[in-house]
């Protein structure tokens, strides 16, 4: 089962067959249990191979960036969140743009950053949207990875040592998400797929066993939502960033994706790192991101019509058979 990488915490196996030793490494998070079946009369011997703990190797550095426009009590909960359950002798910044408010939310960023020095804020004059606000942000950081969140997100206990972990045992990544969760315990996101008429669906939405094995191993994905979405800064500085085109936000993220997928990098869901998001808390509002969402949607198609031609047709119905398809199924290559 090639897709499941670092996705099973304890492989035991026989160590008289060394392909699945090796398979069984390649597979566990956790540890290797290894059966010496001796043939001398007495019990088996169980060694064990504890693969190391990883949150930040030495060197390492963050920045965590959440672009945010009014709605003060949302940013209090996501840096409150982000400050709790951030490890010790985390390495990075965490950088806020204020994308013009006009509440109190520069007052809050100034608490913010007097209580926290980790806390950095840039303030747009004028309101730029998503899109810009990142694209800013990314310009002004110096973290080796940039972590974008929204605003309306809570971080869960243990959500960013998954993350650097990702971007160790996969050298080819170049992006890589996590579980989004409704504020009412239900999946709201396991990874993205894309259809053929560029429409596209956040997998396991509605499910209310977060613990589905379905839905939590690490796997390729087409493309992962921006409200939590992990990158190399030099990667993304050498694409661009997000890509004006789709300003102010929607498929900014997915198109992003798609470019690191044309260049031979791959998008991950890592279901260690889950989050609670209030989705479209701060777009839902007359004049927000929403209103954009299917204009995107047209330009996105046609930016990349040739590719989406290997991408699944939407199916008819979600039954359990399709479901288990689109997320086992390899995503399709963009090249």
Not at 276 to 281: K, L, N, S, W, Y
Request: charged fraction near 25%; include cysteine.
């Amino acid at each position: 089962m090639p897709y499941l990488e670092k996705s099973i915490d304890i492989v035991v196996t026989d160590a008289a067959d060394a392909v699945a030793v090796c398979e069984a490494r390649r597979v566990a998070s956790k540890a290797v249990v290894v059966i010496d079946r001796r043939r001398d009369g007495h019990p088996p011997i169980a060694s064990i191979e504890w693969i190391a703990d990883f949150s930040q190797r030495p060197g390492q550095s963050v920045s965590i960036i959440i672009p945010c426009q009014n709605e003060r009590r949302l940013t209090d909960a996501c840096l409150g969140s982000l400050r709790e359950t951030l490890p010790r002798g985390f390495e990075g910044e965490i950088l806020v743009v204020d994308d013009a408010s006009t509440d109190d939310t520069p007052e809050a960023l100034r608490q913010w950053m007097a209580r926290d020095p980790r806390v950095r804020v840039l303030r747009n004059d004028r309101n730029l949207g998503f899109v810009d606000s990142c694209n800013r942000a990314a310009r002004e950081a110096w973290g080796e990875l940039l972590i974008f969140l929204n605003n309306d997100v809570v971080l869960l206990p243990g959500w960013l040592a998954p993350l650097l972990r990702l971007f160790r045992d996969f050298p080819q990544a170049g992006a890589a998400g996590g579980k989004l969760i409704f504020p009412d315990g239900t999946l709201q996101e396991a990874g993205g797929v894309v259809f053929r008429d560029g429409s596209a669906m956040n997998v396991g939405r509605g499910e209310t066993d977060l613990e589905a094995p379905l839905l939590n191993f690490v796997r390729e994905v087409d493309y992962c939502s921006g409200a939590l979405l992990a990158t190399p800064r030099a990667l993304f500085k050498e694409l661009g960033g997000f890509d004006p085109l789709y300003r102010p936000g929607y498929y900014e993220d997915t198109d992003y994706c798609f470019k690191l997928r044309s260049r031979g990098y791959r998008v991950y869901y890592q279901p260690e790192s889950a989050v609670v998001h209030r989705e479209g808390a701060t777009a839902v509002r007359p004049g927000g991101m929403k209103e954009s969402q299917m204009s995107n949607r047209a330009k996105f198609v046609a930016q990349w019509q040739p590719r989406l031609g290997f991408q699944p047709v939407p199916p008819a119905k979600l039954d359990a058979r399709t479901l288990r398809q689109l997320v086992i199924g390899k995503p399709n290559e963009t090249h």
